[in-house]
């Protein structure tokens, strides 16, 4: 397991893997509510402020956002190595990704456009 991080309301518990997947658990009962799979090692999992949508990071390039309630995709791309982390800003708005090909991205959460690409 890469990273764990617990939903805002601490009912969930959100998972990253190098077994390609992401996962989100019942806090207080321990059983699997969803599973993500990616394309290759997933390294981060969060949820975003309000708990309604949950990011990952994966090696096969992509960021991804699930709606935590019909778990529905929006797929970021634009990464041309692994992505190593996403974080959604503090209103929930944003998305940002850390990727291996040198640079961050701006998204914009609800409909995955990016905003900026910031070369590091």
């Not at 617990?6 to 207080?28: C, M, N, Q």
């Not at 090692?41 to 096969?60: E, H, R």
């Not at 090909?101 to 701006?106: H, K, N, S, V």
């Amino acid at each position: 397991v890469n990273s764990a991080a617990f939903s805002p309301d601490g009912k969930s518990l959100a998972t990253a893997s190098a077994d390609s997947s992401a996962r989100i658990f019942d806090v207080a009962t321990g059983e699997l509510i969803y599973s993500f799979e990616h394309g290759d090692v997933v390294w981060s999992a969060s949820f975003s402020p309000d708990g309604s949508q949950i990011c990952t990071s994966s090696s096969d390039g992509t960021a991804r956002i699930y709606d935590t309630r019909t778990f529905d995709l929006v797929q970021l791309c634009g990464h041309t190595l692994p992505v190593r982390n996403a974080q959604f800003s503090a209103d929930g708005a944003l998305l940002c990704t850390a990727s291996g090909d040198g640079t961050a991205r701006i998204y914009e959460a609800e409909s995955g456009a990016m905003v900026h690409k910031l070369p590091h």
